[in-house]
């Protein structure tokens, strides 16, 4: 079966450079989030799309943005890079009751991570 | 901020005991997920708990849900050094789609 697919998977960077991050939901999934996990912490939920709408924000820097695009792919734009944003930036998605027929189970699908290292 | 607090952060345990983690919420819940993640890696689902059931089952893994307190628990019975991992709950708060990860509690299991 499909599964959510980040790219890319490894990323180095430079301070002050910027960096885009691609999300490929599962098909059928319109609800797209994207989540931070720095070395040793938990995730932390950046930002979420619905039917190319943005739905949530939590803990997203102002020098981030995000964008779900009419194939429900996602990308996440970073600038001006910091070291602290060295980070695996995880994906997820689910399908919405109306995609799901109203059968939707509710579970989460993430990606394997796109890892951002900062030099 | 975060919506789950699991406890304990970091327990470690000899292979063959039973493993127990709870997660306590602060908002009404749509379902509850645990998840495990190895070192730094992608995160795996294990279990989904809704509101309305109180106790879940798949292999070794047992998960209850205690809606009046807002908490819940994941026990791992007969632990296995494959089982080193990191827990993480998630939480699904009610009427959203927004989906907010606990701390996670680093489980150690020594062979």
């Known amino acids: 079966a499909a599964g959510v697919i980040q790219s890319p998977r490894h990323l180095i960077k430079e301070k002050r450079e910027t960096a885009t991050l691609k999300c490929y939901p599962i098909p059928r999934h319109d609800t797209v989030y994207w989540y931070q996990q720095g070395p040793g912490q938990d995730p932390q939920f950046l930002i979420s799309?619905?039917?190319?709408?943005?739905?949530d924000k939590g803990s997203i820097p102002d020098r981030f943005s995000a964008q779900q695009f009419s194939d429900y792919h996602s990308e996440l734009n970073m600038s001006s890079l910091e070291l602290g944003d060295s980070a695996l930036y995880f994906c997820?998605?689910?399908?919405?009751?109306?995609?799901?027929?109203?059968?939707?189970?509710?579970?989460?699908?993430f990606g394997e991570g796109s890892r951002l290292t900062v030099l | 901020s975060q919506q789950g607090e699991e406890d304990p952060q970091a327990l470690s345990i000899q292979e063959g005991e039973n493993a127990t983690m709870n997660c306590s919420y602060k908002t009404s819940i749509n379902n509850l997920q645990w998840y495990r993640q190895n070192s730094g890696r992608g995160l795996v689902h294990l279990i989904l708990?809704?509101?309305?059931?109180r106790e879940k089952h798949s292999g070794r893994l047992r998960v209850t849900l205690d809606t009046s307190k807002k908490s819940s628990s994941l026990l791992i019975t007969a632990s296995r050094a494959a089982d080193t991992a990191s827990y993480f709950c998630?939480?699904?708060?009610?009427?959203?789609?927004?989906?907010?990860f606990g701390t996670g509690t680093r489980l150690k299991v020594l062979a």
């Open positions: 799309f619905y039917e190319k709408m943005q739905s």
């Open positions: 997820a998605s689910i399908p919405t009751s109306r995609l799901a027929g109203g059968k939707h189970t509710g579970e989460l699908f």
């Open positions: 998630v939480t699904s708060a009610s009427g959203t789609y927004k989906y907010i």
């Open positions: 708990i809704r509101s309305n059931e």
